[in-house]
Nanobody, 124 residues
Framework: QVQLVESGGGLVQAGGSLRLSCAAS????????MGWFRQAPGKEREFVAA????????YYADSVKGRFTISRDNAKNTVYLQMNSLKPEDSAVYYC?????????????????WGQGTQVTVSS
């Protein structure tokens, strides 16, 4: 069982930056692929970014590529999402997700564990 707790959300102006963090419980964090998803009001949850267990492989949605960076610190059981050049359409609840997946390919991975989410609001 893995528990995930997100933090770092808030209100920011367009063009600004935020860094989200996701702290994970459990001794096997380093074998988990991690992902970030988001859900805006009235819309379905969508994939944002993913990172392999080693941190060597990442994958991004086209809408955030070049603006967002996912990273992880296995010593701290934490995954991060650095969000730059934020746009109003990035406003959403952001969720962290995890799955036991000791492989480098992270595209299309299905996640088993989810956090409660953190709100990101970008004003125009």
């Amino acid at each position: 069982q893995v528990q995930l707790v997100e933090s770092g959300g808030g209100l920011v102006q367009a063009g600004g930056s935020l860094r989200l963090s996701c702290a994970a419980s459990g001794r096997t964090f380093r074998s988990y692929a991690m992902g970030w998803f988001r859900q805006a009001p009235g819309k379905e949850r969508e994939f944002v970014a993913a990172i392999s267990w080693s941190g060597n492989s990442t994958y991004y949605a086209d809408s955030v590529k070049g603006r967002f960076t996912i990273s992880r610190d296995n010593a701290k059981n934490t995954v991060y999402l650095q969000m730059n050049s934020l746009k109003p359409e990035d406003s959403a609840v952001y969720y962290c997700a995890a799955v036991s997946h000791p492989f480098e390919v992270v595209r299309g991975v299905k996640y088993d564990y989810w956090g409660q989410g953190t709100q990101v609001t970008v004003s125009s």
